[in-house]
Structures are given as structure tokens and as C-alpha cells.
């Protein structure tokens, strides 16, 4: 799989701000229904969406309100090594990258071929790397890229629409990769992923994002707590 670059962040601006900016020229718009989004980013999502319902699990990409919850309950401003499970088309995926150092590494991983090559082309960050496959195999895909046990790891995949045996490799999965202290975020319309995920990291904090379409929970666990 191959790196590929990006927007680098723009020097002198603290991350944190940097999120809140207005979008550079040539980039996408912001929205509360859909974070960073262009029309044409939507329409491929939906397009996802309809061509796969169960594995794409939503009509819409998450808010931009959703993307600063996640990049909170993650502590990716001083992550260096960030795993994004199902990207999409990649509005999570920017908003993980502006928060995060220079120095950091994200590792996407997305099942879907279409959503991984447009990530590839709309997203040029060297501190990016994507690769299509499935969240089963974090291991090997961190392992592939000389990438060290994550800091965080973040996913929206569905966990209530896949088999219970993929399910829960995913979670003992997440698990073993995740360095001490690291963090597994997961947003969810279902608590599905609760079931599978606490069999391995314990109890989580729950919480609810409503400014998102539709409202999700935010599950966030903290590896060795
Ligand atoms: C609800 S969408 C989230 C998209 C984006 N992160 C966002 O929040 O707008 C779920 C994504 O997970 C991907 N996906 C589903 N199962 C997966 C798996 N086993 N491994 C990797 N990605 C998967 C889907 O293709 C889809 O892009």
C-alpha cells in the first residue's frame, strides 16, 4: 500500500485553532450535517451507502461538532500513532489529521476499494497512510508499514451489522495493538460494539453526540484502566 501526501499543516497556527479555521481555497466546505464535506464527497458516500447499507452504516458522513468530540476523547492533539478504522471518504480522517502533531502517523484502514482510492487522491498528507482492507487485521497492517502500537485507535464501523465472529476478532484485535494507556473510540447509533470491545478492555465512558445525523454514542476506553 502506498503513503501518500497532503495538505501539510500550516506553520505557526496551534492545532487545536487549526480545526477551526475556515477552509483553505480548494478545499471542502463546512457544514453541521457533515463536517468538512464538498456535495461530490456526499453524493460518494451515499453512493457507498447504497451500494453496501450494512457496511457503510450511514447516509451521511459524521458532523464537524462529532470530529472535535472524537479528536477530544482520543487526546490526538499529542497521539503519535493514530489507527482510523473506516474512513469513508476521508472528512473524519482530515479532521484527525489537523489535530494531530507533525510528528504523528494515521494508519487508515477501509474495507470499502472505492472509499480507500479516493482517500489516496482527495487526501495528501505524508503523515497518512491507507490501506484497503478490514479492521481485522490492524495488526499486520501496522506491522506492513513499520508502525508502532497505536496511541488511539478510532472507528466507526458498523459493529451491529457485521457477523459477531468478525465483530469480536476486530475487538481482541483493537485490544492487543493498542499501547498502554492508548485510547479505542468507537461512535455508534448501536451499543453493539460495547459487548464485544469491554470483553477486552473493560468498562467504558459513554457519551452522546446529538449534533450529528443521526445522534451517535461516543465510546471511549483506555487501555490497562
Ligand atoms: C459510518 S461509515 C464512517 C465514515 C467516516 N469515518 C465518517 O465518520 O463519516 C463506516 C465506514 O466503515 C467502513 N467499514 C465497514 N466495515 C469495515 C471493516 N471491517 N474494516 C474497515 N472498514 C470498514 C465502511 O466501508 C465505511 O466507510
Not at 455508534?188 to 453526540?209: F, P, T
Amino acid at each position: 500500500m502506498r503513503r501518500d501526501d497532503h495538505h501539510a499543516p500550516q506553520a505557526g497556527v496551534a492545532r487545536a485553532e487549526l480545526s477551526e479555521l475556515p477552509p483553505a481555497a480548494g478545499q471542502p466546505e463546512r457544514s453541521v450535517s457533515g463536517g468538512l464535506q464538498t456535495w461530490r464527497e456526499r453524493l460518494a458516500f451515499l453512493r457507498g451507502f447504497v451500494a453496501h447499507p450494512g457496511q457503510v452504516g450511514s447516509v451521511i458522513p459524521s458532523s464537524h461538532v462529532l470530529e472535535q468530540r472524537l479528536v477530544r476523547s482520543a487526546r490526538l492533539l499529542r497521539a503519535r500513532c493514530v489507527v482510523e478504522l473506516g474512513p469513508g471518504t476521508g472528512g473524519t480522517t482530515r479532521a484527525f489529521l489537523r489535530a494531530m502533531p507533525a510528528n504523528a502517523q494515521l494508519l487508515a484502514i477501509e474495507l470499502n476499494e472505492q472509499f480507500a482510492a479516493r482517500l489516496r487522491t482527495s487526501i495528501r498528507d505524508p503523515r497518512l497512510t491507507v490501506v484497503n482492507g478490514s479492521a481485522e487485521s490492524i495488526d499486520r497492517f501496522l506491522a506492513d508499514h513499520g508502525l508502532p502500537a497505536p496511541d488511539a485507535v478510532l472507528s466507526g464501523i458498523p459493529f451491529s451489522t457485521m457477523p459477531r465472529e468478525v465483530a469480536d476478532r476486530i475487538a481482541a484485535e483493537i485490544a492487543r495493538v493498542l499501547a498502554p494507556g492508548g485510547r479505542f473510540v468507537a461512535y455508534q447509533v448501536r451499543a453493539h460494539v460495547a459487548d464485544y470491545a469491554s470483553r477486552y478492555l473493560g468498562k467504558a465512558r459513554k457519551e452522546w453526540e446529538l449534533v450529528n445525523i443521526p445522534p451517535v454514542r461516543v465510546f471511549t476506553w483506555t487501555s490497562g484502566s
